[in-house]
């Protein structure tokens, strides 16, 4: 019997149905207060610039429109794996943000990241992308050119003798330029703070990033958390 593609994805656990944004913070309070910052303004700020063009020269407007709001596709019983200090990376996120539907993130512009190999021992593809960028600038229209809307979303990834860059397991996706929340979200945010953040109103639906996949469903079915944790007292 011929399946359908939504039936197969459905059992696909790696896939998740969300995109999550986690904020940055060197301590659990910041992260907290950025999250508020976010849900009081209605939008994700796009503060930093993305991909192989930055670095090189931009100018400030040049520079704005590589800004992006970055989102993991990681299944949310997998979110508490990319929260804390992780060897190798500089950005330290912790166990608060706001996840929304994927389905409903593309509509709005949001993309997956591709990921080209800087790996010594072959031809590099960001050699090619990088051409493509110096042309641009040398015509002196960067902004203009096609090249320009594309490159917030390329990210390098490979080991060199200077360099080891190895993220594409957390399966970026970006927004270039501001995102403002949809109606309805999931904000990730410790148990114990979830009457604090339900304040936004009924549209808000807390989970703990913590939660097992076993846990979610328990507890999204509206189970306490005595009646649905099996080892807590």
């Not at 031809?123 to 320009?148: H, K, T, Y």
């Not at 114990?192 to 996949?213: T, V």
Request: proline share 5%.
């Amino acid at each position: 019997m011929t399946r359908k593609i939504h039936e197969i994805l459905a059992r696909r656990t790696d896939l998740g149905a969300f995109l999550v944004h986690l904020t940055r913070g060197d301590n659990d309070a910041l992260a907290k207060q950025n999250l508020r910052s976010i849900l009081d303004s209605n939008y994700i700020e796009a503060r930093n610039p993305f991909g192989p063009a930055v670095g090189g020269g931009l100018t400030d407007a040049e520079s704005a429109s590589q800004r992006c709001v970055c989102f993991t596709e990681t299944p949310l019983e997998h979110v508490a794996l990319l929260v804390g200090d992780i060897a190798g990376r500089s950005v330290q996120f912790r166990g608060y943000g706001i996840a929304v539907p994927k389905k409903l993130a593309r509509k709005v512009g949001v993309n997956p990241v591709w990921y080209t190999d800087i790996t010594p021992g072959h031809d590099w593809l960001m050699e090619s992308v990088n051409a493509l960028i110096d042309q641009a600038r040398a015509e002196g229209d960067f902004l203009g050119s096609p090249i320009s809307k594309l490159t917030p979303f390329i990210e390098q990834m490979g080991t060199t003798s200077t360099t080891r860059k190895e993220f594409w397991w957390e399966r970026e996706w970006r927004h270039v330029g501001n995102f403002r929340l949809p109606r309805r979200l999931v904000v990730l945010c410790p148990e114990r703070e979830f009457e604090e953040f339900r304040e936004y109103g009924e549209s808000i639906i807390c989970i703990d990033p913590a939660w097992s996949l076993e846990q979610l469903i328990a507890r999204l079915m509206g189970y306490a958390a005595e009646d649905s944790d099996v080892f807590r007292a």
